[in-house]
Nanobody, 112 residues
């Protein structure tokens, strides 16, 4: 059974940083594109960042370019989202996705 488990969310002040992790199990993920999607209250889900199987290609939403980075460790079946210079508008539940599978999400709140 495929499971994606996110961690690392929390409350942070504007300008702060967080690193999210997504640990995958129940399958072989090293060949798959993995991504992070977020959903803010009252808004639709939004693509945040994605990474190719090798890590050699990454994609970012315009709203996070230059502030967020994505990486992966295929040996650990884990993908990371490093979030710097956080803004209140980054507040959302962040989900890890691979193929049709989604994690349960982790809350990120940016507030003073």
């Amino acid at each position: 059974q495929v499971q994606l488990v996110e961690s690392g969310g929390g409350l942070v002040q504007p300008g702060g940083s967080l690193r999210l992790s997504c640990a995958a199990s129940g399958g072989v993920f090293s060949s798959y594109y993995m991504s992070w999607v977020r959903q803010a209250p009252g808004k639709e889900r939004e693509f945040v960042a994605g990474i190719s199987w090798s890590g050699g290609s990454t994609n970012f939403a315009d709203s996070v370019k230059g502030r967020f980075t994505i990486s992966r460790d295929n040996a650990k079946n884990t993908v990371y989202l490093q979030m710097n210079s956080l803004k209140p508008e980054d507040t959302a539940v962040y989900y890890c996705t691979v193929g049709k599978y989604w994690g349960q999400g982790t809350q990120v709140t940016v507030s003073s």
